[in-house]
């Protein structure tokens, strides 16, 4: 089992940043691949970002790609998620994911076997 809780979620302007972190417990966290999704009132979850294992290989959605920079540290079992140039579409709660063989896409989310709880992200324009 992991155990995943999200912090850093917030109210920002847009043009504004938020970290968001989560903090993962449970079996060896660097054996997991890990990644960041949202849904939006009224829309589907979809993903965000995801690394690897290793932290070497990222990736992201189009829509958020050149602003958000998603990072982990193993030996502290954190993921993070850096959020720059917010815009008010960008509100959503967001949610940290992990799984070991699952590719996290929008696509796998119902296959995806760790969740957090969630973390409300809000961007007033």
């Known amino acids: 089992q992991v155990k995943l809780v999200e912090s850093g979620g917030g109210l920002v302007q847009a043009g504004g940043s938020l970290r968001l972190s989560c903090a993962a417990s449970?079996?060896?966290?660097?054996?997991?691949?890990a990644g960041w999704f949202r849904q939006a009132p009224g829309k589907e979850r979809e993903f965000v970002a995801a690394?690897?294992?290793?932290?070497?290989?990222?990736y992201y959605a189009d829509s958020v790609k050149g602003r958000f920079t998603i990072s982990r540290d193993n030996a502290n079992n954190r993921v993070y998620l850096l959020m720059n140039s917010l815009k008010p579409e960008d509100t959503a709660v967001y949610y940290c994911a992990a799984d070991q063989g699952v590719p996290l896409t929008t696509a796998t989310i119902p296959l995806i076997s760790y969740w957090g709880q969630g973390t409300q992200v809000t961007v007033s324009s």
């Open positions: 690394t690897d294992w290793s932290g070497h290989t990222t």
């Open positions: 449970g079996r060896a966290f660097d054996n997991y691949g």
